[in-house]
């Protein structure tokens, strides 16, 4: 009697937990009609409230959940919505129109007359002046955590006054890029912040309840659970059809979405791509970025102390050529395998290419009598399962060269390399806002890789030329001289760019013609009439 | 006994200092400078004289010792310090501690309300069918971990049925608080009471049976009291001191051991905000945390010992 009361309980026990397991693991996407109350995995969807729902995530630590994203280092859509720029970029982040101001550029392209639009209003009611530009780019370049594109950008004014609604700058010597970062800075209000120290902008507590100058403003945060927006009345464009946005502070990107508190989600892991893929109720827009996935040589700090496994220019070669990179990119959703800064498909591309030759690097390693019983150390600090899987992978690459091989997992992968030279490779990722800002980081003056290179100055006259050249003619020259040089110089080697992924939920009736830009930036996505169901 | 309580109070206050100081050397003895989480790497290369003036205005520039005695100075005076990014620690204490005690609170009530009550039925009902189930359930309740216990709660009641939040603790369209706060915390505070209950079952039916057993739990049956009496006020009251204090020390546990519930929750508590510090080296705030957690463990073996002392008048001489 008692074994056949225990058999059935085991019986009951593992029904109940097999059902739970059921459960837990159902709901597969595709199978279900979109819409339907178990709609794919996508459901419940989100809004359907006339709201639109965002998420903002803390848990990669570049924003945190006590006061409102900060546009000075990345742009997110929503402060995309509450700060607006003196231009604004379409897609490619590379063509401008006029926002806040219109701008003209002299012939030498050293002179910028910015004249701003009449009627700006902050949303508390206050004039947007040339003031509050000047004021904003001067703070700028005394903030720490700024985006680099400004800090580089603003490197080069001379001078920058303000006469009644015009703006003159002035600069040293011409940056092609000027435009496009004048397009992504976003202003902010003297009135408001005069006070606050340029070190420490992002904690003052005006990022709990900011005065704006976009469509909307901040209606109400709560502390580590939410922040809304409503529309700013003081706005002087087209009033958007949208008047309540909700954004949530979340740790997963996929788990909001699938609980429909996301209808905007993007990124470029693999297994976001591949949860949100599979959601019927996402549509997935593919969205070409600089997303550089490279690896960079430990060689010597402008300290003199270099790593000497390295110093070859025949082993960094060899080390390259044993990797296959049109395998590797075939972990990541979208990427695209580079030889250089400049992609494949650029019209400045130099046509070299990385060859996969197994044999041919074990024979150039061997000629350039490198120590083989030595390990060679590999340091990367991307957690995420795809760079780990991607090391795995280089390893085991490096391994058929008879090498011993050690990857670490560390905290920075820059800093690390030259602080403990223990280090002979390290991977990293690079989200460029321009090609140029691929090969600043060879600038014998960069403030952290010239203690990587040696502070070489091989590269600053032909990076200088590239910051200056304002047409396509001197820019590709610039650019096919500059992939002539790391080529020959081996310092830091890319793999491939990752393309990155924007899904919006079916809640939301996009626009005629929308198209959608590197999430970190700013750019025209005609948002006054997207509509929620 | 006041002489034996203020010995105690006074020894926590060596004990904190203690703490304090591995900690603070701990976290910085590990090489990483907070800056390279405070600002990118590409902010440093592109802007390192700001950079530098920021380390300067944080007085990372100082000898480690003069930086821990400068904070030690400023908590004697009740000012917390900031956390890297400058938000002042008692500020995001004040608002992020309420939060975690309600959560862990909530899983101490429910967890010791069936947990003690489960292994008691269990003991007096020996291997009867509730004692089958709860002992099973004890080792499935121990052996799952709690991050999985959650995932499996988030896609069975949030995103497949659609019953509760995924994440937070408050929703912006919130019309009544209490059914909001009900949404939010039933999904975190039974994955909590899951892993509690299973450890408090298995306690409090050990030692229940364990008083059974015992000659005075005999003598009071000899002496024809009823049966219920037995158990309620020889073996109950007796087997429940030492499950008291099992339960006072998950309080802390709660606390600390909140941070993944929290962390798979997106729930806004001390737990996140630890792990957020964690990851992005916010030292000031990874030390006011964990001297959280450390100050309430002292305090949870304070109020043992009194209770103990208390209940047994040898641990006060002894101490």
Redesign the interface.
């Known amino acids: 009697m ?1 074994k056949k ?2 058999r059935t ?1 085991a019986l009951a ?1 593992s029904v109940s937990m097999l059902a ?1 397991i059921l ?5 597969g996407g595709g199978s279900t009609p979109t819409g339907s109350p ?1 709609g794919g ?1 996508g ?2 969807a989100a809004s359907g ?1 006339g ?1 639109l729902k965002l998420a903002v995530t ?2 990669d ?1 570049s924003s ?4 409102i994203p900060t546009p000075w ?1 990345n742009r997110t859509f929503a402060t995309n919505l509450m700060f607006r720029s003196l231009l604004l970029a379409d897609s490619t982040l590379t063509k401008t129109s006029p926002d806040l101001a219109t701008c003209e550029v002299s012939e030498d392209a050293l002179t910028y007359t910015i004249t701003m639009k009449d009627g700006l209003k902050w949303s508390d009611g206050e004039p947007l002046t040339a003031d509050d530009v000047v004021w904003s780019i001067e703070t700028a370049q ?8 400004y ?2 950008a603003f490197s080069y004014i001379s001078s920058l006054t303000a006469d009644g609604n015009v703006i003159t700058m002035v600069l040293n010597s011409p940056y092609s890029a000027m435009m496009d970062v004048l397009a992504q800075f976003a202003i902010l209000p003297k009135h408001c912040l005069e006070n606050a ?4 902008m ?3 507590p005006f990022w709990t309840q900011p005065v704006t100058s976009g469509m909307y403003t901040v209606d ?1 945060l ?5 922040f ?1 927006m409503k529309v700013n009345e003081n706005y002087e464009g087209t009033a958007p059809k949208i008047k309540s946005i ?1 954004v ?5 990107y996929v ?2 979405a ?4 996301a209808d905007y989600v993007y990124g470029n892991d693999t297994n976001l791509v591949d949860a949100l893929n599979g959601m019927d109720n996402y549509t997935g827009y593919q969205i070409d970025q600089l997303f550089y996935k490279y690896f960079i040589f430990n060689m010597k700090g402008v300290d003199g102390k270099e790593n000497e496994a390295m110093q070859n220019v025949e082993v960094r070669k060899a080390l390259m050529e044993a990797i296959d990179r049109a395998s590797l990119a075939a972990l990541y959703p979208s990427a695209s395998v580079l030889n250089g800064g400049v992609p494949n498909t650029d019209d400045a591309y130099n046509g070299f290419e990385w060859k996969f030759d197994l044999e041919q690097a074990k024979a150039d390693l061997a000629a350039s009598g490198y120590d083989m019983s030595r390990p060679l150390r590999i340091c990367y600090y991307n957690n995420d399962q795809t760079s780990v899987d991607l090391i795995n992978a280089v390893v085991y690459y490096l391994e058929q060269l008879g090498l011993t091989v050690e990857a670490t997992l560390s ?2 992968g ?2 690390d390399l030259f ?1 403990t030279r223990e280090y002979d490779i390290g991977f990293k990722g ?1 989200s460029a806002f321009s090609m140029n ?1 691929w090969y ?2 060879y600038l014998s003056t ?4 010239c203690n990587i290179y040696g502070g070489d100055t091989a590269f600053d006259a032909l990076v200088a030329d590239l910051m200056a050249a304002t047409d396509t003619e001197s820019r590709t020259a610039a650019l096919k001289a500059l992939q002539d040089l790391e080529q020959e110089k081996v310092y830091k080697v890319p793999m491939f760019i990752v393309g990155t992924y924007v899904f919006v939920s079916d809640n939301v009736k996009l626009p005629d013609g929308v198209e959608f830009c590197n999430p970190f930036y700013s750019c025209d996505l005609n948002f006054a009439n997207w509509e929620v169901a | 006994m006041l002489k034996f309580i203020l010995k105690k109070l006074l020894f926590m206050i060596p004990m904190l200092l203690v703490i304090s100081f591995i900690v603070y050397m701990g976290l910085r003895a590990t ?3 907070p800056i ?13 004289e ?2 530098e ?2 380390r300067e ?1 944080l007085g990372l520039n100082d000898p480690l010792i003069v930086q821990y005695f400068r904070w030690l100075g400023g908590c004697l005076q009740g000012d917390l310090g ?2 890297l ?3 002042p620690i008692a500020q ?1 204490i004040a ?2 501690l309420p ?1 975690t005690l309600e959560l862990s609170g909530y899983a101490l009530l429910f967890s010791a309300i069936i947990g003690i009550g489960i292994g008691i039925v269990s003991a007096i009902r020996q ?1 009867g ?1 509730i004692d ?2 709860g002992r ?1 359930l004890a080792v499935v309740g121990q052996a799952v971990p709690q991050f999985l216990v959650g995932i ?1 709660l ?3 009641f ?3 049925l ?1 019953w509760f ?6 929703d ?2 919130a019309t009544n608080a209490f059914v909001d706060a009900f949404m939010h915390l039933f999904l975190p505070v039974t994955t909590l009471t899951i892993g509690m209950v299973a450890v408090l079952m298995r306690y409090a039916r050990n030692t229940m049976l364990d008083v059974l057993n015992s000659d005075y739990i005999k003598t009071a049956r000899s002496k024809g009291i009823p049966e219920w009496k037995v158990y309620l006020k020889h073996g109950f009251r007796n087997a429940m001191k030492p499950v008291l204090v099992i339960l006072m020390f998950r309080i802390p546990t709660l606390i600390g051991g909140s941070v993944v519930i929290e ?2 929750f ?1 729930y ?2 001390i737990g ?1 905000t630890m792990t ?1 510090a964690i ?3 916010d030292y000031p705030v990874v030390l006011v945390t964990t001297l959280i957690i450390a100050a309430t463990m002292l305090i949870c073996s304070f109020m043992v010992d009194v209770f103990n002392a208390l209940l047994d008048p040898r641990v006060r001489l002894d101490g």
Do not use: H, M
Request: with cysteine; hydrophobic share 35%; charged share 15%.
């Open positions: 008692k009361l225990l309980i026990l739970v459960a837990a693991c159902g709901g178990a995995e459901t419940p409230d709201i803390t848990g630590g945190t959940d006590d006061k280092y005394k903030a720490a955590q700024v985006n680099p594109n800090a580089t120290d340029p070190l420490t992002e904690s003052d109400t709560n502390v580590g659970n939410y809304t909700q949530s502070f979340v740790t997963d788990t909001a699938k609980a429909g508190n905290n920075d820059t800093t602080t690079k800002e600043t980081e960069d403030g952290l890789f | 090489g990483v400078d390279n989480f405070l600002v990118s790497p590409d902010v440093i290369a592109a802007n390192p700001n950079v003036a920021l205005s900031y956390s990014d400058g938000t995001t608002i992020r939060y291997n069918v089958y189930i099973i499996l988030i896609l069975i949030a995103i497949n659609g939040p995924t994440a937070n603790r408050v912006p369209n962390t798979v997106s806004p508590g996140i957020n990851t992005s080296s």
